[in-house]
């Protein structure tokens, strides 16, 4: 598993869908965005016309633990902070469904690449529900970091490797 974090257009995306091309297709996208307007409307489109024909799409704003546990073969979600943002909005507990979906995570047959937005590196929101948002994608950011394999934060569409990287200073990474 590798968790893709990086700012907006840090070219976060376009990597990650490098990182699943790179097995054997045909490849799944979870997307979780929701089109409430049509600049949305315009990002979506963007992001699938990007994408060959090899890749299937699902919509999963809600049921994305769900979908991971349903899935064969390489996988990528796209994007976690926007399903946060759907949960929050449905009024449902982030975590508990962050569990469920570390869980689901934890089973995935195939490899599995997940993509979210960093937003905690800004100032400090100066209302409620912004600070609240920002705190749980921290929470599910780290839950998932936790238990992947790889983390890469992408900055100007660079990657850079997070993790793994050594803990003891002067050994190999």
């Not at 195939?110 to 590196?121: H, K, Q």
């Not at 983390?151 to 200073?169: E, F, H, R």
Request: with cysteine.
């Amino acid at each position: 598993m590798t968790l893709v974090l990086g700012g907006a257009r840090s070219g976060k995306s376009a990597y990650a869908e490098g990182l699943i091309e790179s097995c054997p297709g045909p490849w799944l996208y979870l997307a979780t965005a929701q089109a409430f307007d049509d600049e949305m409307v315009a990002r979506i489109a963007q992001h699938r016309a990007r994408r060959s024909g090899l890749w299937r799409t699902r919509d999963v704003p809600l049921a994305l633990p769900e979908a991971v546990a349903a899935s064969e073969g390489p996988v990528l979600i796209d994007c976690l902070t926007l399903w946060l943002t759907n949960l929050i909005l449905a009024e449902a507990d982030p975590a508990e469904a962050a569990e469920r979906l570390s869980a689901a995570c934890d089973r995935a047959p195939g490899p599995l690449v997940l993509v979210g937005n960093e937003v905690g590196l800004g100032i400090v929101p100066d209302n409620a529900l912004a600070r609240r948002f920002r705190d749980e994608a921290g929470r599910l950011h780290q839950r998932l970091a936790a238990r992947a394999d790889r983390v890469v934060l992408t900055v100007a569409g660079l990657p850079l490797v997070v993790k793994p990287q050594s803990l003891t200073p002067g050994a190999p990474a």
